[in-house]
């Protein structure tokens, strides 16, 4: 956390980067992202540092500089300098042609290098400087830790003019101090009155906030106490973690002392998190609470009295207009101009003085012929309160917290339905690549027509991607692997759960990423004409990454003569000359693509918290001699056994022997166990996390998958129910896999009963759409008369909608859901809406193998995060000092319970809490499994509630 007492640029004058700077005053023309694909930030690491190592060595690097000019104080980190030659350079790494580069982009780099020359030239007292843009070409990287003889010339001497490294392009420049002056003058002055108008702005919401008051005459039972606990967790820049059941009000009592705290903690910029889409609802419907609005005396909308840039995001795939074009000008109409008229759709809806909701924002786009997608992007790096997903901010590219680190913002981030964070965030930091997919991708790039670096790295892909199924038989002696079979007609499957990651694989890996990179950058360059393509592209690019955009992609056949396998066919019915046709990257290959670059990256951080699985599929007995015919006859046997068996010659000659299995036959997936090591540097970023949820028992598995600092503030707020509101009962029924047949008759009188006695409406949970359709049809046997409407697998949103339209205030009947699903949680039917609730199920995850193996991984992790918790922190001083405060009690975790129970009993809870939402509900809850007597199960409910048996 940062702390409170942190120095912030002087009133009056506005802190802005280098880089934001030139973003707001030097870009101009198209929205334009084809100059991609880019490389990975530990790419570009590497790449800034091998450039240093070949400076000399009074070289210096990652210079701080800053300067005032006018209402603004500007700073930023220049790359390079070299005193000697009087050369402040400007690094930037990418791949492929650098004539690609659209010249917007260039033009960008050059006003930065002008803008950190001014400040160097300021900073030393120079009255000029050469500027130089070094433009290193990633894919060029030598071997890692070797030198060529000119990068050891340079280190004595640095590098001669006229004699530049043959992966750096570099433009130089001799500028005068006065002409840099002149030219951040002119820069600053493009921005000046929109950071005095800021300046303005700010003064205006935190006089505002200051005096915000509370918009009721009352606070709910247990309101007043979370939002004290909120106001001095943002007040001391901590980390608290607050259960507070519903019915509390926890939006209100997060948001308005979060607001209220803002002037005096110097806080910058709140972002209020979700992980549905009501809960972005309610937040904005609590912040018109709070900033009410006011009658306009032209009949005009109201506007709210404080002044709060208040900003909705929203998915990509839900805000795209053009879902299909790529993010260029000449594809996508909106990314015309999009920097020309981004000013005035700016400056527009920062002047609505309303919520920008995603309409809003949608409204300003269109009206202004841009992108609603990428102008709330740019909205947000002038909102007071941004309203999103928990994937704004704690994912791995997440805009909100790249946003705090460029500008060095103070931030608080409320937390929303935090009970969601843990699986939420392990599936931010998991992956996978697709085994089949890959199976024929590889086959295709092998072939030639493709450039021989990226054949020669897709074989090697395949060589290593099939090694992976010996990697229990030892053949990688770094790599510790357990098995796990699972049940299967002849060769059984296998699952090889990795504690090590499989270092060939990954090495092939990183090569094939980057000639595919090479080849993406340089679509038109091939070492011969095109391969005939053996599997049809993708039409469009809607079910790819976001990043999809980013490239553009035309390889979709549109030849009337294409049969239903995608090959082209001539009029005699035989495949066209290769040399007539053109390979395209299409949408499946870059799918793929960054498919493998996530991996990579997760890859770097992989550790304990971490798990590399195999899964290997079952093949029967019979086929596996004839596997390797059967796949190259398919395919194309010279080709298959080139990428197969590393050689062409003598395939056919030399008898072929069973191989194992084919690359679609294993799926590799690197799995996130706890996110704990991703999620805390973005908790330690902030100023303050205020996490709250309904649900968060036990807190020590919350606080320590989470990442949490020791020093975090556990509160657990009292129900402002009774418990004469909600009658819970626990029945000895049990509803495990192998008792579920008998359960289905004694579940099912026991919801006729109930309903007879009490009609109205009821939810009934289960574990699995099966066990679901078992009891509602013996339910419709028994009682005919009783109406019932059932969850269904893949229900879209409209059917949702009606689901839930079901229940009404003088409705009657039972809606069967599965537990875990859309209905059990984020949904509100208070009053006779919903009067009860069955849950048979303890809602525990399925034991299988995948479960398996995250528990025997999630225990080492425990024990190692408990030694590193309790071990004392180098700046906390000697460690013999006893005058030191203590070190906090590690609260021990199981990791059975981690994996199953606690997981499954949050599921439960949040179900039984849609009973009862108001203090005026009255309601029944029916806990139906034996297991919910035992007292490890019993401690876990809320506490407010009195079960009976």
């Known amino acids: ?27 101009e023309g198209d929205l334009d992202l084809r100059f991609t694909p880019s490389p990975t930030a530990q790419q570009g690491i590497r790449g800034h540092q091998r450039v240093v190592r070949r400076r000399g060595k009074d070289y210096e690097s990652e210079i701080s500089l800053s300067g005032d000019i006018g209402n603004l104080t500007i700073r930023g980190r220049a790359d390079g300098y070299d005193p000697g030659r009087n050369c402040l350079e400007e690094i930037k790494t990418h791949r492929g042609d650098l004539s690609r580069q659209p010249a917007h982009h260039r033009a960008l780099h050059w006003a930065q290098a002008r803008v950190y020359g001014a400040l160097m030239c300021r900073s030393r007292d120079l009255e000029g400087i050469t500027l130089a843009l070094v433009y290193l070409d990633i894919a060029a990287e030598a071997p890692r830790g070797t030198k060529g003889p000119q990068d050891e010339q340079d280190e004595q001497t640095g590098p001669k003019k006229g004699q530049p490294h043959h992966d750096e392009q570099r433009l130089e420049a001799w500028w005068s101090r006065e002409a840099l002056e002149a030219e951040l003058a002119r820069l600053a002055a493009r921005f000046s009155e929109f950071a005095a108008n800021e300046l303005v702005h700010r003064s205006a919401r935190d006089s505002a906030l200051s005096r915000l008051a509370f918009p009721w005459p009352s606070w709910r039972p247990g309101q007043r106490q979370l939002a004290e606990h909120a106001y001095k967790a943002v007040m001391t820049g901590r980390e608290l973690l607050a259960e507070a059941p519903t019915g509390t009000g926890k939006t209100l009592a997060t948001l308005y002392p979060a607001l209220r705290a803002m002037p005096a903690s110097g806080t910058d910029r709140l972002f209020y998190l979700t992980a549905r889409t009501p809960g972005r609802a309610l937040a904005l419907d609590a912040l018109a609470t709070l900033a009410p609005a006011a009658d306009d005396s032209e009949g005009q909308e109201k506007t709210p009295t404080t002044p709060l840039r208040i900003l909705e995001l929203g998915a990509r795939s839900k805000t795209c207009e053009h879902p299909t074009l790529a993010c260029h000008g000449e594809s996508c109409p909106l990314a015309r101009g999009f920097y020309d008229r981004l000013p005035a759709a700016r400056d527009a809806a920062l002047g609505d003085q309303r919520p920008l909701r ?25 909102a007071d309160i941004i309203i999103g997903d928990h994937n704004h901010y704690f994912d791995s590219h997440a805009l909100l917290f790249a946003l705090t680190q460029a500008n060095d913002w103070r931030t608080v981030v409320l937390v929303d339905e935090s009970h969601n964070l843990i699986e939420r965030a392990r599936g931010m930091y998991s992956t996978e690549l697709d085994a089949r997919q890959f199976h024929f991708l590889l086959k295709q790039l092998s072939r030639t027509g493709h450039p021989a670096p990226l054949r020669s790295a897709s074989r090697a ?13 030892g053949t990688d002696g770094a790599t510790q692997a357990s098995k796990v079979d699972s049940k299967d007609a002849g060769h059984k499957a296998q699952r090889l759960a990795l504690e090590a990651l499989p270092g060939d694989f990954l090495k092939a890996l990183s090569q094939w990423t980057g000639a595919m990179g090479d080849w993406l950058a340089e679509p038109d360059k091939a070492a011969s004409p095109a391969a005939v393509r053996q599997q049809p592209a993708k039409a469009t690019a809607t079910q790819a990454p976001e990043q999809l955009g980013l490239i553009a992609s035309d390889a979709s056949s549109t030849d009337p003569s294409a049969d239903d396998t995608g090959t082209a066919t001539t009029d005699s019915g035989s495949p066209p000359s290769t040399a007539r046709r053109r390979v395209e990257p299409d949408a499946e290959m870059m799918e793929a693509y960054f498919a493998a670059l996530t991996l990579a990256r997760l890859a770097e951080g992989f550790g304990d918290h971490s ?38 010659a003598g395939a056919a000659a030399r008898p072929r022997k069973a191989r194992g299995r084919s690359v679609r036959q294993i799926q590799p997936r690197l799995r996130c166990v706890s996110p704990a090591p991703w999620l805390a540097p973005r908790l330690c970023t902030s100023h303050a996390t205020l996490l709250f949820s309904a649900t968060l028992n036990p807190p020590a598995y919350h606080h320590r998958l989470l990442g949490l600092a020791d020093d975090a503030v556990w509160l657990s707020v009292d129900s402002p129910f009774t418990a004469t509101q909600v009658q819970v009962s626990r029945h000895r029924i049990s509803t495990r896999l192998r008792d579920r047949d008998a359960s289905c008759r004694p579940i099912a009188e026991l919801m006729a009963r109930q309903y007879r006695q009490r009609p109205g409406n009821y939810l009934a949970f289960f574990s699995s759409f099966a066990y679901l359709e078992q009891v509602a049809s013996t339910l419709q046997r028994l009682a005919p008369e009783i109406p019932q409407w059932r969850q269904t697998r893949a229900m879209t949103e409209a059917e949702r909608t009606r689901f839930i339209q079901r229940f009404t205030p003088d409705g009657q009947g039972i809606g069967f859901a599965v537990l875990g ?15 009860g609730a069955f849950i048979a199920t303890l809602g525990l995850a399925g034991f299988s193998p995948e479960n398996e193996a995250l528990k025997q991984r999630l225990a080492t992790w425990l024990d190692n995060d408990a ?9 906390e001083g000697d460690p013999h000092d006893d005058t030191r405060a203590p070190r906090p009690v590690i609260q021990p975790l199981n990791a059975d319970d981690c994996t199953y129970l606690y997981p499954g009993l949050t599921r439960v809870v949040q179900a039984a809490g849609r009973v009862i939402r108001s203090e005026q509900d009255q309601g029944v809850i029916h806990l139906i499994d034996d297991r919910f007597m035992r007292p490890e199960v019993a401690r876990l409910l809320p506490r407010w509630w009195t079960p009976t048996d």
């Open 1 to 27: 956390m940062t702390k409170a007492d942190e120095t912030h640029a002087e009133p009056g004058r506005y802190r802005i980067a280098v880089r934001e700077l030139c973003a707001f005053a030097a870009r």
């Open 358 to 382: 995603l309409a809003t924002t949608r409204r300003h786009a269109l009206a202004h012929d841009i992108c609603p997608y990428f102008l709330a992007q740019e909205l947000s790096r002038w």
């Open 461 to 473: 892909l395949a060589r290593q991607w099939r090694a992976l199924e010996q990697l229990d038989q």
């Open 611 to 648: 798990l590399f699985e195999v899964e290997l599929a079952a093949t029967p007995p019979a086929r596996q001699a004839s596997l390797a015919s059967d796949s190259s006859s398919s395919s194309g046997a010279a080709s298959d056994a080139g990428a197969e068996a590393g050689g062409e």
């Open 821 to 835: 699903g859309a209905f059990g949680e984020g949904i509100d039917l208070p009053g006779s809406r919903l009067i």
């Open 867 to 875: 030694q590193r918790r309790s071990q004392p922190n180098q700046a």
